[in-house]
């Protein structure tokens, strides 16, 4: 019989120090302009630096050293095979490119699964020093329990849609207040937060989103296709990235994000 989630053993207190000492490592690096030099672009023309390597090389080491049968998937060095149905999945530096620009909205992220159903998520955000870290049962930010913020009001004057540096090539958008932080996941936990009332997500891979999952199912928070229909993880789990853009936002504000945002695609 498969283990349930509550029964396989992950210390979320051991993954939330490993992503706490990667995003020191990372924001150490951040404050050298040296490697700078070293910025590389992928196949899909994402960027990719020396410590993106050097902090993914950093967390796939820990996880390999206290649960050597877990499998593990991770932006840079794609996947390692296990014989255990839990899966953890790394983002070393969600938001590289602002990383590389000196920008303080970048993440460590690292989402743990169960097959396909996420267990649990830790989160540490460096510049502003919050950890995010949820499994089952538990809820922290900084080691302080959790509460779930009230929805964000449609129409607050401080609410807007955290969307991607070029949705504006992509989508038309009809809300009055957009924002790009440059950090998928970053979005999603404005989202969680009751900051942003929704976001948009065009292109990610599982790492992306892996560890804010659980914080959105813990706050209440929906994330759907653009075209309709529930976000499927399993499809993702080969290292594939999403093949139709996300919306993430709490029920009552899902239909109305949808109807605010086009894909220019879309010739229907």
């Known amino acids: 019989m498969p283990q349930s989630a509550q029964e396989i053993p992950v210390n979320l207190s051991h993954a939330a120090r490993w992503v706490i000492e990667a995003g020191r490592i990372a924001l150490d690096r951040q404050r050298s302009l040296s490697w700078r030099r070293d910025v590389a672009l992928k196949g899909d023309g994402s960027p990719v630096t020396a410590i993106d390597h050097e902090v993914e090389a950093y967390l796939v080491e820990r996880i390999r050293r206290y649960h050597p049968t877990h499998r593990v998937l991770a932006e840079e060095s794609g996947q390692q095979p296990g014989t255990n149905e839990l ?116 292109r990610a891979g599982l790492w992306d989103l892996a560890g804010a999952l659980p914080l959105l199912a813990h706050c209440g928070v929906e994330i759907e296709y653009l075209g309709g229909g529930p976000f499927q993880v399993s499809p993702l789990l080969t290292g594939e990235p999403i093949r139709e853009p996300l919306i993430v936002a709490r029920p009552e504000n899902m239909d109305r994000l949808r109807v605010c945002l086009r894909d220019r695609r879309d010739v229907s």
């Open 87 to 202: 899966i953890w999945v790394i983002d070393p530096i969600d938001g590289t490119r602002a990383y590389a620009s000196g920008l303080p909205v970048w993440g460590v992220s690292v989402g743990v699964f169960v097959g396909a159903a996420p267990h649990a998520g830790v989160v540490h955000l460096p510049v502003p020093d919050e950890t995010y870290a949820i499994g089952p049962g538990v809820a922290t930010l900084n080691g302080k329990p959790l509460t779930p913020s009230h929805p964000v009001e449609w129409d607050h004057p401080l609410a807007f849609v955290a969307i991607s540096s070029d949705a504006h090539r992509h989508f038309d958008i009809d809300y009055p207040r957009i924002r790009t932080m440059g950090s998928t996941v970053a979005h999603l936990i404005y989202v969680a937060r009751s900051t942003a009332v929704g976001a948009l997500i065009r």
